[in-house]
């Protein structure tokens, strides 16, 4: 999987990441939500902030966060 986030200056920045488990484990001890931290430097370089509202997509083997912002909201990646 791809993790995406909108460029909003010429750096870019990739890190790897591991999903990792969260929530409550079922009747068979599985889990079935996942979370990824990202820094506050990651989230800089997307235009983005702590607290600030997102679309999440998950689309052909990548997840992409994009600020949820309706005025201009990428359909195309």
């Known amino acids: ?3 995406v986030a ?5 750096t870019a920045m990739v890190r ?3 999903l990792s488990p969260s929530g409550a484990k079922d009747e068979n001890g ?7 931290n990202l820094h506050e430097d990651e989230l800089a370089v997307a235009g983005l902030d ?15 966060i994009q600020k949820a912002d309706t005025d201009d909201v990428e359909h195309e990646f």
Not at 50 to 64: M, Q, S, W
Request: charged share 35%; hydrophobic share 40%; proline share 0%.
């Open 50 to 64: 702590i607290g600030d509202e997102v679309f999440i997509r998950v689309r052909d083997g990548k997840i992409i």
């Open 30 to 36: 599985e889990y079935h939500n996942v979370h990824v």
């Open 6 to 10: 909108r460029i909003t200056a010429n």
């Open 16 to 18: 790897k990441k591991k």
């Open 1 to 3: 999987m791809c993790l």
